[in-house]
């Protein structure tokens, strides 16, 4: 993935964020706050990691699928690859 080179600090920071949800949900497990709260939290965290995924989705269209400059050949394999990410992470 060395084009997300340029955002590498910010995606880092991102997933930062998403592991300090993760261990907010179980301190909130573990204090056996309600189940309410727990489901906020997860939907937070949830939402923290399909945005973090949106990312790097896009990153991958633009310098793997949409860019000219790669021969068909090449943009035709990372469309496949991109057939099977989605696949994966619409179940």
Known sequence: MSHTTA??????ARVRRIAGQLNGIERALED???????????AGARGAMNGLMEEILADFVREHVAAPKLGA??????????????RRYAK
């Open 73 to 86: 050949e090449t943009r035709r394999e990372a469309a496949e690859d991109l057939i099977t990410i989605i």
């Open 7 to 12: 955002s590498k600090k910010q995606i880092i």
């Open 32 to 42: 056996e706050v309600g189940c309410e709260k727990v489901l906020h939290l997860v």
